[in-house]
């Protein structure tokens, strides 16, 4: 049914969501995009699950946007960009709103809309030999639509200290950031995520959903005005002249104007 991700169910009503484009790293192309919107779409109103896993297959979780769909965003005039922008931003809303717990297993390294995924995540355990980064700013791009889930995770303070500079971190720094829970050896990932599953099945669903949806209430608030700026945001800096250069020399496999 999907081509770019796998979705399993096991006996207790625990999905498995799967990136599954280990070649690219699992970087979230726009067929990706499309697939995971549904599939969010699909367990949260699947009243046999009760839990979904969000992972990536390999080495990687994911490594943020896929090439090819960054240089379809390079040709493409301003109203694409938005409307291809808005799915992007769409399939993150559906997976944070998700009225189910969404824990994830970052099993590898995670980059730009990676530490999106991580952050729409209720809570992320991960491998203590992962790196993160958000690394927008090398291309003269942004981290817009990822932004307020990323900002939800961490906080403004702790964000400032990664947001803006692309610095690549490691899983202890992630853990301090906010953005994992816990970091730990690659052979006892499965049973720390299996701990955070365990409680919710015995939890009343609908009361999960309930809290879930109350906390979303409670705190950060993402409208679609929100939403909507943020992508807008985007498109303004995908149309600057640095992200025209940016985003070309790493095409060209050079450093760009402003480095050195």
């Not at 690659?186 to 099945?201: I, N």
């Not at 985007?234 to 104007?257: C, N, Y």
């Amino acid at each position: 049914m999907y081509e770019t991700i796998e979705i399993r169910i096991d006996d207790r009503g625990v999905a498995t969501l799967t990136l599954d484009r280990e070649d690219k790293h699992n970087a979230l192309s726009a067929q990706m995009i499309a697939e995971l919107t549904e599939a969010a779409e699909k367990l949260g109103a699947d009243p046999a699950v009760r839990v979904v896993i969000l992972t990536g297959a390999g080495k990687s979780f994911c490594a943020g946007g896929d090439l090819r769909w960054m240089q379809d965003q390079m040709a493409a005039d301003a109203d694409t960009r938005f409307v291809e922008a808005k799915k992007l931003a769409m399939m993150l809303n559906a997976l944070n709103e998700m009225p189910k717990p969404l824990i994830g297993r970052v099993q590898g390294q995670a980059f730009g809309g990676g530490v999106g995924m991580a952050s729409v995540c209720d809570v992320a355990i991960g491998v203590d030999s992962a790196k993160f980064g958000l690394t927008e700013t090398r291309l003269g791009l942004i981290p817009a639509t990822i932004g307020p889930y990323v900002l939800a995770r961490l906080g403004e303070a702790m964000a400032r200290r990664v947001f803006m500079s692309a610095r690549i971190f490691g899983a202890e720094e992630a853990v301090t950031l906010g953005l994992l829970a816990k970091a730990v050896p690659a052979e006892a990932l499965d049973d720390a995520v299996e701990a955070e599953v365990k409680p919710y099945l015995t939890c009343a669903p609908g009361a999960v959903a309930e809290a879930k949806r109350f906390t979303r209430w409670l705190g950060m608030p993402i409208s679609e005005e929100v939403i909507d700026q943020t992508i807008r945001g985007l498109v303004e800096r995908w149309e600057s002249d640095e992200a025209q250069e940016g985003i070309g020399a790493f095409f060209d496999k050079r450093k760009p104007g402003w480095v050195g």
